[in-house]
């Protein structure tokens, strides 16, 4: 009677789910996030936040990949843009370490509070980024901001929602593209935009 290798088993169940989670990041890059010509369009990347193996390193290179690659603030350019950024479920006071944290690196970004006591202010956070103020992405701190400002935006929006189990954002706009993606890790994330 032979044996079976169990290494090698548990090895090509690995490889076949790697593959198949490898493919799926791609098709999704390719469906949703490859562009030649990116146009100067409002984009918001809702994230959930893991509660389970959170890592804030990850996090902070995943923001710095979204702001990397959908922002244009090139004097040249005639419509610059940043994107905006909600984390879903991040602590308070995560949320506070995050944003000392991003904003001790020279990382720039605005959160709708224009200082210390005052209210959100939609038309703080929608200013327009560009070569001369840097702002490289815009943070949302609280989920029902993200309503007030596709209210008040007047350009073409884009929602991208990325969550763990359930979608936690249902979009009612008729003229916002609203896409969904599940993900396990915030490096899936990362290897999809």
Known sequence: MKK????????NE??????GEAKLF?????QYFTAFNISPFERFFIIEVPTINYVRTELKDLIFTISK???KLSKREQNPFCPYIYLHNIPYKEL???KKELYS????????FDFDGAEFSVKSICRTANNENSIRFKLLNKFEHINLILNEVKKTKEVYQFYCTNPFF????IN??????????????????
């Open 176 to 193: 916002v593209k609203h896409v969904q993606i599940q993900f396990s890790q915030l490096t899936d994330i990362k290897k999809i935009v």
């Open 14 to 19: 690995w490889f076949i789910t790697y593959k």
């Open 69 to 71: 690659k959908w922002s």
């Open 96 to 98: 506070l370490v995050l």
């Open 105 to 112: 690196e020279g990382f720039i970004f605005i959160d709708g």
């Open 170 to 173: 249902n979009s009612s706009y």
């Open 4 to 11: 079976i290798n169990f290494k090698r088993v548990l090895f």
């Open 26 to 30: 791609t098709e999704l890059r390719t």
